[in-house]
Protein backbone atom coordinates (compact mmCIF):
# COMPACT_ATOMS: atom_id res chain seq x y z
CA UNK A 1 0.00 0.00 0.00
CA UNK A 2 1.89 3.27 -1.15
CA UNK A 3 -0.65 5.93 0.61
CA UNK A 4 -0.91 4.89 4.35
CA UNK A 5 -3.81 7.12 4.51
CA UNK A 6 -5.87 4.88 3.27
CA UNK A 7 -5.24 2.73 5.98
CA UNK A 8 -8.21 2.68 8.70
CA UNK A 9 -7.62 3.24 12.20
CA UNK A 10 -6.62 0.21 14.37
CA UNK A 11 -10.17 -1.01 15.71
CA UNK A 12 -8.18 -2.91 18.74
CA UNK A 13 -5.28 -1.52 20.68
CA UNK A 14 -3.38 -3.09 23.04
CA UNK A 15 -3.03 -1.13 25.79
CA UNK A 16 -0.10 -2.03 28.20
CA UNK A 17 -1.06 0.06 31.76
CA UNK A 18 -0.96 3.30 30.36
CA UNK A 19 0.68 3.12 26.76
CA UNK A 20 -0.37 2.11 23.15
CA UNK A 21 1.54 1.26 20.06
CA UNK A 22 0.78 3.68 17.34
CA UNK A 23 2.41 3.32 13.43
CA UNK A 24 2.87 6.62 11.55
CA UNK A 25 5.21 4.98 8.88
CA UNK A 26 6.85 1.95 7.53
CA UNK A 27 10.16 1.11 6.52
CA UNK A 28 13.83 3.52 6.67
CA UNK A 29 15.07 6.34 4.55
CA UNK A 30 18.19 4.69 4.31
CA UNK A 31 17.41 1.13 3.85
CA UNK A 32 21.38 -0.38 2.95
CA UNK A 33 22.36 -1.34 6.47
CA UNK A 34 24.32 -5.05 5.64
CA UNK A 35 22.79 -6.82 8.63
CA UNK A 36 18.99 -5.32 8.58
CA UNK A 37 15.88 -6.75 7.02
CA UNK A 38 13.69 -3.46 7.06
CA UNK A 39 15.13 -2.50 3.68
CA UNK A 40 15.01 -5.82 1.87
CA UNK A 41 11.20 -6.43 3.09
CA UNK A 42 10.01 -3.15 2.18
CA UNK A 43 11.67 -2.80 -1.30
CA UNK A 44 8.56 -3.92 -3.37
CA UNK A 45 6.96 -0.47 -2.62
CA UNK A 46 7.21 1.54 -5.49
CA UNK A 47 7.84 5.01 -4.04
CA UNK A 48 10.30 4.05 -2.01
CA UNK A 49 11.06 1.72 1.20
CA UNK A 50 10.14 5.23 3.33
CA UNK A 51 6.35 5.51 3.23
CA UNK A 52 4.13 7.75 6.05
CA UNK A 53 0.88 9.01 7.12
CA UNK A 54 0.26 12.24 6.87
CA UNK A 55 0.47 13.77 10.30
CA UNK A 56 -3.02 15.20 10.45
CA UNK A 57 -3.84 11.52 10.25
CA UNK A 58 -1.79 10.02 12.83
CA UNK A 59 -3.31 12.72 15.43
CA UNK A 60 -6.38 12.19 14.54
CA UNK A 61 -6.00 8.49 15.38
CA UNK A 62 -4.16 9.23 18.34
CA UNK A 63 -7.13 11.68 19.78
CA UNK A 64 -9.51 8.53 18.76
CA UNK A 65 -7.24 6.41 20.71
CA UNK A 66 -7.35 9.07 23.69
CA UNK A 67 -10.97 9.27 23.76
CA UNK A 68 -11.58 5.43 24.02
CA UNK A 69 -8.97 4.84 26.13
CA UNK A 70 -8.97 7.59 28.64
CA UNK A 71 -5.77 5.92 30.36
CA UNK A 72 -3.48 6.33 27.75
CA UNK A 73 -0.51 8.68 28.76
CA UNK A 74 2.33 7.17 26.57
CA UNK A 75 2.38 6.30 22.80
CA UNK A 76 4.82 4.32 21.20
CA UNK A 77 5.94 5.12 17.66
CA UNK A 78 6.51 1.44 15.95
CA UNK A 79 8.09 3.05 12.93
CA UNK A 80 11.78 1.41 12.46
CA UNK A 81 12.39 5.02 11.04
CA UNK A 82 10.36 7.59 12.81
CA UNK A 83 11.84 11.04 11.06
CA UNK A 84 12.22 9.40 7.80
CA UNK A 85 14.53 11.77 5.11
CA UNK A 86 15.04 15.38 5.26
CA UNK A 87 13.87 17.59 4.33
CA UNK A 88 10.49 16.20 3.98
CA UNK A 89 10.36 13.66 7.08
CA UNK A 90 12.08 16.52 9.56
CA UNK A 91 9.08 19.07 8.10
CA UNK A 92 6.11 16.06 9.04
CA UNK A 93 8.49 15.36 12.46
CA UNK A 94 7.80 19.25 13.18
CA UNK A 95 4.40 19.47 11.86
CA UNK A 96 3.45 16.24 14.50
CA UNK A 97 5.25 18.03 17.07
CA UNK A 98 2.65 21.27 16.91
CA UNK A 99 -0.20 18.94 16.41
CA UNK A 100 0.51 16.43 19.45
CA UNK A 101 1.25 19.66 21.33
CA UNK A 102 -2.08 21.44 20.51
CA UNK A 103 -4.59 18.38 20.43
CA UNK A 104 -2.82 15.50 22.79
CA UNK A 105 -1.77 17.37 25.50
CA UNK A 106 -0.27 15.43 28.60
CA UNK A 107 1.45 13.12 26.37
CA UNK A 108 4.30 11.03 26.81
CA UNK A 109 6.02 9.74 22.91
CA UNK A 110 8.84 6.84 22.29
CA UNK A 111 10.05 6.88 18.80
CA UNK A 112 12.70 5.15 16.80
CA UNK A 113 15.09 7.23 14.54
CA UNK A 114 18.35 7.36 12.61
CA UNK A 115 21.31 8.93 14.78
CA UNK A 116 21.93 11.02 11.83
CA UNK A 117 18.54 12.86 12.21
CA UNK A 118 19.10 13.64 15.28
CA UNK A 119 20.67 17.22 14.20
CA UNK A 120 17.84 19.52 13.53
CA UNK A 121 17.38 21.35 17.44
CA UNK A 122 14.46 23.06 16.41
CA UNK A 123 12.91 20.02 15.70
CA UNK A 124 13.71 18.14 18.79
CA UNK A 125 12.65 21.34 21.17
CA UNK A 126 9.80 20.97 19.65
CA UNK A 127 9.22 17.23 20.04
CA UNK A 128 10.48 17.57 23.00
CA UNK A 129 7.74 20.08 24.01
CA UNK A 130 5.07 17.96 22.44
CA UNK A 131 6.25 15.26 25.24
CA UNK A 132 9.24 12.74 23.30
CA UNK A 133 10.49 11.00 26.51
CA UNK A 134 13.12 8.41 24.64
CA UNK A 135 14.31 8.07 21.23
CA UNK A 136 15.85 4.47 20.13
CA UNK A 137 19.01 4.81 18.39
CA UNK A 138 20.63 2.11 16.16
CA UNK A 139 24.14 3.23 16.76
CA UNK A 140 25.97 -0.44 16.12
CA UNK A 141 29.94 0.29 16.51
CA UNK A 142 32.37 3.19 17.91
CA UNK A 143 34.47 1.96 14.31
CA UNK A 144 33.78 4.17 11.68
CA UNK A 145 35.55 1.32 9.98
CA UNK A 146 33.29 -0.62 10.50
CA UNK A 147 29.82 1.58 10.15
CA UNK A 148 31.19 1.76 6.54
CA UNK A 149 31.79 -1.66 6.16
CA UNK A 150 27.82 -2.20 7.38
CA UNK A 151 26.93 1.04 5.43
CA UNK A 152 25.50 2.31 8.21
CA UNK A 153 25.40 5.59 6.69
CA UNK A 154 26.44 7.18 9.65
CA UNK A 155 29.63 7.96 11.73
CA UNK A 156 30.60 8.33 14.88
CA UNK A 157 30.64 12.32 14.82
CA UNK A 158 26.93 12.05 13.99
CA UNK A 159 26.41 9.29 17.16
CA UNK A 160 27.83 11.39 19.78
CA UNK A 161 26.79 14.73 18.00
CA UNK A 162 22.91 13.21 18.53
CA UNK A 163 23.08 12.17 21.82
CA UNK A 164 24.05 15.11 23.19
CA UNK A 165 21.49 17.10 21.78
CA UNK A 166 19.13 14.28 23.33
CA UNK A 167 21.03 15.19 26.80
CA UNK A 168 20.49 19.06 26.00
CA UNK A 169 17.23 18.53 26.11
CA UNK A 170 16.68 15.60 28.62
CA UNK A 171 15.14 12.90 26.42
CA UNK A 172 16.32 9.53 27.50
CA UNK A 173 17.79 7.28 25.08
CA UNK A 174 18.17 3.30 24.52
CA UNK A 175 20.54 1.96 21.79
CA UNK A 176 21.30 -1.42 19.87
CA UNK A 177 24.98 -2.08 19.29
CA UNK A 178 27.03 -4.70 16.98
CA UNK A 179 30.13 -5.05 19.31
CA UNK A 180 31.08 -8.05 16.85
CA UNK A 181 30.94 -8.27 13.61
CA UNK A 182 32.93 -11.10 10.98
CA UNK A 183 35.36 -7.98 10.42
CA UNK A 184 35.88 -6.69 13.65
CA UNK A 185 39.79 -6.05 14.67
CA UNK A 186 40.84 -5.87 18.52
CA UNK A 187 41.49 -1.59 17.41
CA UNK A 188 37.49 -1.74 16.05
CA UNK A 189 36.31 -3.59 19.60
CA UNK A 190 38.54 -0.56 21.68
CA UNK A 191 36.86 2.23 19.73
CA UNK A 192 33.39 0.48 20.35
CA UNK A 193 34.17 0.16 24.15
CA UNK A 194 35.55 4.05 24.11
CA UNK A 195 32.15 5.46 22.30
CA UNK A 196 30.08 2.87 24.91
CA UNK A 197 32.26 4.62 28.00
CA UNK A 198 31.82 7.93 26.33
CA UNK A 199 27.76 8.22 26.33
Known amino acids: ?51 CRSPERVIDEMVEIRRRCPSVRKFRFMDPDFIGPAPEGETRALRMAELITERVQGTQLFVECRAASISNTTLFRKLRKAGLTEVYLGIESGSNRILRHIRKGLTTQQIRSAITILDDFGIDYTFGFLMLTPWSTEEDIEASLELLRQI
Open 1 to 51: LEDLDHLPFARHYKILNDECPIESSRGCSLSTCTFCAIGPFFSGSTQGRWR
